[in-house]
């Protein structure tokens, strides 16, 4: 049997939610961008987002790709399908190309490439299993407290220097943290269920209420104060990896043993990392469309 055969389902699941998001992402940043940074908070922010129908557009392809989302996790694990959501970051940049009538550079076109591959060693070598449930809530205490400290900690960064590019990467790297987390916690959601455990399934409505919550305002703060190409990769670099720990702490989730599984799974992060990073170089390309369009507020 292919080692797809048993994580197809997921898997497709998991790409079409990955699809879903970068047309929100690509919807809710240009929506984002309009909004003055200047006196207009998360909170602020918020409240005109909501008024903006290409911003509410975004919202619907996002309540569409976590649907599949939480389908691919009822049936696969949180590291399985993090990883396949992780190409949400090449859909965006392919949009936002087509979107900006350019062509993207040949970093990106590599990174692309190396993203792709990582994904398809992680899960096709790393055969990561779908693990356990979440049975006690102090072990989910770690997650809590990686939501409070990253999210907190970027949202303090773009208040104190709302300009930068490192601002950018915080604020996506935060985000990309909460998304596992609450990624995390919708599959707990789910395994709670059935068999119906009040206790468990009330923290994990509240654990995936607050992770997406502090994940949303990250993540429309970054939309507002830099393009996508500088948000999402810290955002897509990021949440593989703190998925990975919240499958492994949360679930005892594993992946295949020896030395093939360790290559497939230290292979594919690798690439994955070193992909997202490649995504966020910028081309002569982009560099001369937005010479002509608004300058970015953003500095290099």
């Known amino acids: ?14 790409a079409a939610a990955a699809i879903l998001f970068a047309a929100g992402n690509n919807l809710q940043r240009d929506a984002a961008a309009k909004v003055p940074a200047a006196g207009h908070g998360p909170v602020r922010l918020m409240a005109r987002l909501v008024r903006s129908p290409r911003w509410l557009a975004g919202s619907l392809c996002a309540v569409g790709g976590l649907l599949c989302q939480a389908s691919a996790l009822r049936q696969g694990g949180v590291i399985l399908v993090q990883a396949v959501i992780a190409s949400t970051l090449v859909y965006s940049l392919m949009m936002e190309v087509a979107l900006e009538r350019r062509r993207p550079s040949s970093q990106q076109v590599v990174g692309a490439v190396a993203v792709v591959t990582g994904i ?36 303090l960064r773009a208040r104190l220097r709302p300009r930068g590019r490192r601002t950018a990467i ?72 703190a998925a990975f720990s919240c499958g492994w702490l949360l679930f005892g989730e594993r992946l295949q043993a020896g030395p093939v599984g360790v290559t497939g799974v230290v292979g594919g992060l690798v690439l994955m990392v070193v992909g997202v990073l490649l995504c966020a170089l910028q081309g002569p390309a982009a560099r001369a469309v937005r010479s002509n369009a608004e300058p970015d507020r953003v500095p290099s």
């Open 1 to 14: 049997m292919s080692p797809f055969g048993r994580v197809s389902g997921p898997v497709v699941l998991a």
């Open 120 to 155: 398809v060693l992680l899960v096709g070598v790393g055969r990561p299993g779908a693990g356990g449930q979440l049975t006690s809530p102090w072990r989910s205490v770690p997650a809590w407290l990686a939501v409070a400290l990253l999210g907190g900690g970027a949202m």
């Open 170 to 241: 915080m604020l996506g790297a935060a985000a990309g943290a909460c998304f596992a987390v609450d990624a995390a916690f919708l599959r707990g959601l789910a395994t709670a269920v059935e068999p119906f455990e009040p206790v468990m399934l009330t923290l994990n409505v509240a654990g995936f209420a607050a992770a997406s919550a502090v994940g949303n305002l990250t993540i429309q703060r970054g939309f507002q104060l830099a393009p996508l190409r500088h948000v999402l990769p810290a955002m897509a670099a990021t949440e593989p990896v």
